[in-house]
């Protein structure tokens, strides 16, 4: 159980789950044509998995002793799980999941795509490592990672198949997919922020840079509130341009996402605890699952 606290498996699972339902909640119900077949996409899920859970353990690796100011009773490393088995685990994910990455480019005779599990686990390991600690920077990056794990679906899967009779199919597609890939990229910049905001105090003993620490948790709390407006108001616009045909998507969307986004802002307008802030950042992650739990839904939009 100690391992698989340590590389998160509940945020692996989530993963996991977002690109079942890309591949078979929107490709197949809107007959994409497709390049994987079920085995090889279990070969990308268990790559993408391989190299996000090695991301998390290098950046506990990392965070040892700021862990153990802002989280003590969680820390991993060095007392359940030795700092060189931790290590070994990281290379070897990361090995795993590349070795398969290229395995999967060659097979779909794009041998370059390979390129992008390269990138991907350098860019977790410079985020642990450097960019965590900068201004904003270690926010964007992890949360253009997060939008990665849905878009590369459609990059193995889609892009080799397009061709002139579906591509408009395929087009289709993908920009839903990218559609909650924004979703997913914005609402987990604002959880990072609030991440920040949680860990403040072990942040600036560890000597980062975060919004928090630069700017105070004041300005902050008021910077994720205009964010959660932002994405309320994204939201809703959404809905009105694309869901307006589909009363039942539109009546999940409404409740199941804009709802719980406006209650966050009511409480991120007064938040000032660090229990306040845990709150909102365990509710952001309730939004983002419920966000992309509608993915199945979305074939009855167009598909009628």
Known sequence: MKYLNLIRYQ????????????????FIPFGATTVLDNLHFAFLVFATLCIAAAGNIINDLYDVEIDKINKPNKVLIGEKVSEKNANRLFIMLNILGVAIGFYLANSILKPSFAALFVAISALLYLYASYLKGILLLGNLTISILVAMSLIIVPIFDLLPAVTQQNQTTQATVFTIVLHYALFAFFSNLIREIV???QDINGDKKGGKNTLAIAIGRKRTVTIVFVLGVILVFGVVFYMYENLYNSQAILLYFLFAIVGPLLYFCIKAWDAKTTSNYAFLSALLKVIMFLGICSIPLYQFVILK
Request: net charge positive; aromatic share 16%.
């Open 11 to 26: 945020n692996l699972l989530f993963i996991a789950l977002v690109q079942i339902f890309i591949k078979f909640g929107l």
């Open 195 to 197: 991440k920040d905001l």
